[in-house]
């Protein structure tokens, strides 16, 4: 028998966007899309993988600023703060990590991996093949999730989000497609 597992996550709404310009935090954009997009923010600065290229430095006003106007569906969860190294040197150690690639590959990166790389680095989360809706639930069963904060979530039940989930397979054909679309 098959299980069907329900991925979610109780978020609070978002009050105060100067709290999340501080700590170490998983951003994922566009939510409830297949595949959604991921990337980490330390103490304000965005960085993620992308079909394009690299994403450095971004500053965590832009990444609201787009969020705001293009009313992009958005979670952030604050990450469990390390016991040894700072965030400074966290931040740091991911951008190295995020310079081994050039930009999400069909079969070869996807948004997720250097973020994989991180967390096998800092927390212990062996880097599997998980797709991100059971990383999530990985980080959340382990308590590396400290609180879930919500931006523009369009299907509000009762402040519980549920992720969509996808195959591998479903994955790649979208990079593929993704892929095919930035070449023209």
Known sequence: MIENKIYSLVYSENENAEALKKNAWLVILHASRIPPHVGVMINGNYNSLTIKERELNVSAEAVLKTISQKKIEALFLK??????????????????QLNQF??????????????????????????????????????????????????????????????????????QERIKQEQEINKK
Request: some cysteine.
């Open 79 to 96: 990450l469990a703060k390390h016991p040894v190294f700072s965030e400074d040197y966290q931040l740091g150690v991911f951008q190295q």
């Open 102 to 171: 050039t930009a999400v590959k069909q079969n070869e990166a996807t948004c997720l991996t250097p973020i994989k790389l991180f967390f096998e680095e800092f927390y212990a989360i062996k880097n599997n093949e998980q797709l991100l809706f059971d990383f999530v639930d990985t980080l959340h069963n382990n308590d590396y999730i400290s609180e879930a904060v919500g931006i523009n979530i369009k299907d509000k039940k009762e402040n519980i989000f549920t992720f969509a989930t996808y195959t591998n397979e479903e994955l």
